[in-house]
């Protein structure tokens, strides 16, 4: 790319966003001085004007009436308010103040303001007063908080028996007149009702817990919320607490095992590295991965949730079949991953918050080398078996165990590492506004040694709302910035490097020199980690979002949406040189690469919503919206050879390598999608629903006659345990809905400009004569490329058992995938790339279950969670009878009837015990056999093992994926577990972890494979050992086989909590309103059939497509232990 273009670009870029951060600011400043003036509402809304006519109408209908037109809550209990009390009532521009005296006398009630609340109480009520009785009265004050020790206004304190009754103030906190031996009942909409016997106390501290049942949960859902009891699609959510305590360093490490069938998976937990993440398995050859919403704006780049700071979120809201997703029509078919931010709360003093976590990372490396004396005699015994010389005399054997094994090269660059995590938030509200500001850091030392290795993220975030009379503005800004420091070479290469060193060689002599030796002969992992080079990455982003909510009428509103996110990325790579002794040298081009990327994305929307209830039973919703998104991004590198050896910098000599202009981010991607969405929702007396959602959207993906695609689905439900004669089933046991959801949704998850012949030149190609020559690579055009398609049925139940205290939600889904993009088959002599057609079909289908159950005595809190999902896929259509791709030692089939992906090889049956059955068995065409080595099972019985004797061995994707958790408190105390893990996976396990002396390339046995073949040991897992190269090896290991793959299910320990919080009344002495202390576990303990790899590394790439198989070669999984502390002021 021309340079000053790219320039120019950046420039457009920036003014951007100088307007958009512009914009941004102005509103917060808007809203932050309505914030200031909105403390005085409550009063002023008493003045304000009111005009009702009411007929005969319920007095609880007539403050609805009320409570929508001025936007302030009422709070009552139903012995106050009784649903007899009818008002006929006019009014023409009087005070509200007025209004209320004059419907609410004639009942002998009264009111109080407190913040924006109305609470309406008996006059012997709010004045505490006592009546019909004689014991001594005391008086008894407190405060009442919930779970997160946020105070509750509005809470109704009555003693037990009698009319004497209170409310708590915006501060929560209350004063009341009671008798020693009186009880008090604390009751409020949404919590658990709770009574604590007086018993002398002059002062109760309360905490109330949410009504266990989910029912009047608000779900956020597409564009919107809905309340549990009306979701009628395949949807789970889960709140903050799944973040609080884990010390995980992106969201998706704390979502892992919390939903069924979100499933994360970690190829390499180095600094900086991201899961895999799916959604009901896979089902389709493409990308995999679900689209991702963060407070409400749609992400081109599933990653930037790993920008978030987890303490930052509220909800976490996966929506599953087409019912739910169907409105995000074209990237929905791999689900949705729905997340909103934290804000403040009305009516709020400030609350400081600060949580901080400090642990160490510790790494397990799960395979281990036999002692030195030991490898030796174990090479001999190979090198002899295939009719080889011994390497090692006797001598040198005894001279092994005398000096005894020195550190293996594995440890030797490997290391304890801190990390930290620190986050301080404000959060609050006025009458009319809220506000939350938090800053946190997340730091992760790199357990590979070397100078300042590691990932450190900060984030700044800045969440306001603000009431403008019918107007709500909602202003989202956040920042984020993370750094990574990493060494200049490739981590697994460091990694197997090292492993395959055998412990009779030093790494470094006394002199600090870098030694080499007969397996690494010109490489030492710990020099280049040490002195070899960096990789810098710098990578900043802006996330912003308006939107203002306009309320026409009570039924109809209006929202504008404008949000987005910029990305600037920055990588700087340099290699130093570093020489090694005897001989070697790392690092001799002194190589100095510039890397930069920059991506802007903007979302915009505008929807209209019409809710209405009808004769009080029907209720009808509307919603309607259009969209854009829009995205640019564009990238370009320098690359330089022969750098300064210091600095890094073009010196004398210094040459631009002319792979600079090769590099795939030296060009602009450009896309835009057009949409236009709605959804129609209607319930009958809470009792029959019915749902219908969908999106139009238009890709610049596609070509013209393709670009448009209709996405639609309908749901339904039916809450059976509203029907009359279900009536004792609720009251003595709880609530029970069918549900189901048939829908069509999409997938371009596709190369951008495939419908277009594409260029892209090169240099320094070789032609004829040896003549440096330029390049022009053609990319062939499909212009009929058009959307994938997915079929999805849903159908499930929720039900609550044990009044409301057990919850139990099932789901089973069918979904098919067509038109799937696949690449066609072609001669290997043909010289080119096809593009790829829409010629592939996948059926998914599978279940899932959750359940939940809490219940709460007088000291002890119990509740456990505990979710289960599988899925499995199947191949209904391709092009041509199978496709088979090799990946290391074993093959991998795409074929009519099987599952994707799944493992092609011979089965062992077990072993030549002796020569009689090497003469009668099976053997491979051309191999003489001997006793030790693997016997393969002959199908067709020809005697011949060979490719008609292979079987479909197994399939890599996890099934039966599962979580648990259980949470524990007594008193003040409380304690955590969550335990994660996998039912079952075929995982292949390659190279020098299954073949002692790989390929000669690896010259270490690793303990776990002792166990082979001999005479005594005639059951083992591994056969004989034979040297490579010898006809037993090449049997035993130069095709693929079971021998290869093993049992990849896994239960682990994933986090463990014990935690202790002061009492209120402590807390309040030293200024604070809540202190908790706590230790944290990370990766405890991990129960597995496979002992020397760790099971829950995948050998899946980004797209959740092959990628090899796992050698080990990862960064480890390592073992967490800290210390934590939350603050509340």
């Given at each position: ?477 956040a920042y984020n910035r993370t750094s990574r420091k990493e060494h200049s070479f490739n981590t697994s290469t ?110 915009t929307q505008l929807l209209a919503e019409y809710n209405k209830v009808f004769n009080k039973k029907h209720t ?243 509740s456990f969670m505990v979710n289960i999902g599988d899925s499995k896929n199947k191949v209904l259509k391709i ?251």
């Amino acid at each position: 790319m021309n340079k000053s273009l790219f320039y120019n670009r950046v420039v457009h870029y920036a003014y951007l966003l100088m307007k958009f951060t512009s914009l941004a600011c102005f509103v917060v400043c808007l809203m932050c001085l309505t914030a200031i003036a909105g403390n005085t509402y409550g009063q002023q809304f008493l003045e304000a004007p009111v005009t009702v006519k009411f007929k005969r109408t319920k007095l609880t209908d007539a403050l609805d009436k009320i409570a929508a037109d001025k936007h302030v809550r009422f709070a009552y209990t139903d012995n106050v308010l009784k649903q007899t009390y009818r008002i006929t009532f006019d009014a023409t521009n009087k005070s509200v103040k007025d209004v209320l005296t004059e419907v609410l006398t004639p009942f002998n009630l009264t009111y109080k303001v407190i913040g924006d609340v109305i609470v309406i109480s008996e006059p012997t009520e709010a004045a505490s007063l006592v009546t019909g009785g004689k014991q001594k009265q005391a008086r008894v004050q407190g405060k009442v908080t919930d779970e997160t020790n946020q105070p509750l206004p509005g809470v109704t304190v009555k003693v037990k028996g009698s009319t004497t009754a209170v409310a708590t103030d915006v501060d929560g906190a209350f004063t009341i007149d009671a008798a020693d031996d009186a009880v008090l009942v604390f009751t409020f909409i949404g919590y658990t009702t709770k009574e604590v016997p007086v018993n002398g106390q002059t002062t109760i501290n309360v905490q109330l817990t949410g009504e266990r049942t989910s029912l009047n949960e608000v779900v956020v859902v597409g564009y919107g919320t809905q309340k549990r009891s009306s979701v009628v699609g395949a949807i789970d959510q889960v709140g903050s607490s799944v973040y609080e305590g884990r010390p995980a360093v992106n969201a998706l490490q704390a979502l892992q095992g919390t939903l069924p069938s979100l499933i994360i998976q970690q190829r390499s937990l180095e600094p900086g590295q991201a899961p895999n993440v799916n959604i009901r398995g896979i089902g389709t050859l493409g990308n995999n991965t679900p689209l991702l919403v963060i407070d409400g704006i749609v992400y081109d780049d599933f990653n930037a949730i790993n920008n978030l700071n987890p303490l930052d979120i509220e909800t976490s809201t996966v929506l599953k079949d087409a019912g739910s997703a169907a409105i995000y029509g074209s990237r929905s078919a791999n689900g949705v991953l729905l997340i909103t931010t934290k804000k403040g709360k009305k009516n709020s003093k400030a609350s400081v918050n600060y949580n901080g976590l400090v642990g160490v990372l510790a790494p397990q490396m799960t395979y281990k080398p036999v002692e030195s004396f030991e490898n030796a005699i174990l090479r001999n015994e190979a090198n002899v078996n295939a009719g080889l010389a011994p390497i090692y005399s006797a001598q040198q054997i005894r001279d092994f165990q005398d000096q005894g094994s020195r550190e293996w090269f594995l440890d030797a660059i490997l290391k304890n590492a801190v990390q930290q995590n620190h986050n301080v938030s404000i959060n609050g509200g006025g009458e009319t506004s809220t506000y939350l500001v938090s800053a946190g850091v997340t730091d992760q030392r790199n357990n590979l040694v070397g100078p300042g290795y590691g990932a450190t993220r900060y984030n700044f975030r800045l969440n306001l709302t603000n009431d403008v009379g019918r107007l709500k503005l909602t202003s989202i800004l956040a920042y984020n910035r993370t750094s990574r420091k990493e060494h200049s070479f490739n981590t697994s290469t460091l990694i197997v490097d090292a492993a395959r060193t055998p412990t009779y060689y030093d790494i470094k002599d006394d002199q600090g020199n870098y030694l080499t030796n007969d397996v690494l002969a010109e490489f030492n992992p710990l020099g280049i980690l040490e002195q070899g080079g960096y990789r810098k990455a710098d990578d900043d982003g802006i996330n912003a979002n308006i939107s203002a909510d306009l309320k026409i009428t009570n039924d109809l509103k209006l929202r504008g949406v404008f949000g987005g996110n910029l990305v600037s990325n920055h990588t700087l790579e340099r290699v130093k040189q570093v020489s090694f002794s005897p001989k070697g040298t790392y690092g001799a081009d002194r190589n100095t690469n510039d890397i930069n990327y920059k991506s802007l994305f903007l979302n915009t929307q505008l929807l209209a919503e019409y809710n209405k209830v009808f004769n009080k039973k029907h209720t009808l919703g509307v919603l309607a919206g259009v969209a854009n998104e829009s995205f640019t991004g564009e990238g370009n590198q320098i690359r330089y050879k022969f750098t300064d050896p210091e600095l890094g910098t073009p010196t004398t000599g210094t040459i631009i390598d002319p792979n600079s202009s090769n590099g795939t981010l030296n060009n602009t991607n450009e896309t835009s999608l057009n949409s236009a969405f709605g959804r129609v929702t209607y319930d009958f007396d809470n009792k029959y629903y019915g749902e219908f959602n969908f999106r139009l959207d238009a890709s610049s993906k596609f070509n013209k006659q393709n670009r448009s695609a209709f996405f639609p689905s309908f749901s339904a439900g039916w809450r059976i345990s509203q029907e009359n004669f279900m009536e004792s089933y609720r009251d003595r046991f709880g609530d029970v809905k069918l549900r189901g959801s048939y829908g069509v949704l999409g997938n371009q998850n596709v190369g951008n400009y495939q419908y277009l012949t594409t260029y892209q030149s090169t240099t320094d190609v070789y032609g004829f004569n040896n003549e440096v020559v330029s390049l022009i690579n053609f990319g062939i055009a499909n212009p009929d490329i058009r959307w994938e398609r997915a079929a999805s049925l849903n159908l499930g139940f929720d039900a609550s058992f044990l009044k409301n205290s057990l919850t139990l939600s099932f789901d089973y889904f069918n979904k098919t995938t067509r038109d799937i993009l696949i690449p066609p088959i072609v001669p290997g002599t043909f010289g080119a790339g096809l593009p790829v057609y829409n010629v592939g079909e996948v059926n998914n289908r599978g279940w899932e279950v959750t359940a939940n159950y809490r219940i709460t005595g007088k000291n002890f809190r119990h509740s456990f969670m505990v979710n289960i999902g599988d899925s499995k896929n199947k191949v209904l259509k391709i092009e041509g009878d199978q496709q088979l791709s090799t990946y290391d030692e074993m093959q991998r089939l795409l074929k009519v009837g099987e599952p994707l992906g799944s493992y092609v090889g011979y089965k062992r049956d077990g072993y030549f015990q002796n020569l009689d059955e090497v003469n009668s068995g099976p053997k491979p065409t051309g191999l003489n056999v001997v006793p030790g080595d693997i016997r393969y099972v002959d199908v067709n019985k020809d005697g011949v093992i060979d490719e008609s004797d292979k079987f479909v061995l197994g399939n890599p994707f996890p099934r039966y994926n599962f979580g648990f958790t259980y949470n524990l408190g007594y008193k003040q105390f409380d304690f955590s577990l969550f335990v994660q893990g996998v039912g079952q996976r075929s995982m292949f396990v390659r190279g020098e972890l299954v073949e002692p002396f790989h390929f000669n390339y690896g010259q270490v046995m690793y303990q776990h494979q002792l166990d082979y073949w001999t005479p005594q040991n005639p059951d083992a897992r591994y056969p004989r050992l034979a040297a490579n190269g010898s006809q037993s090896n090449t049997n035993n290991f130069r095709r693929g086989s079971d021998l290869y793959l093993y049992n990849g299910a896994y239960m682990r320990v994933k986090n463990i909590q014990i935690g202790y919080t002061l009492p209120t009344g402590i807390a309040e002495k030293i200024g604070m309103s809540k202190v908790r202390a706590y230790v944290s576990g990370q990766n405890l303990f991990t129960v597995s059939s496979i002992d020397f790899i760790d099971p829950e590394t995948s050998e899946f790439n980004n797209n959740l497509s092959a990628g090899g198989a796992n050698s080990g070669r990862a960064y480890p999984v390592p073992v967490y232990y800290g210390f934590g502390l939350d603050i509340s002021l």
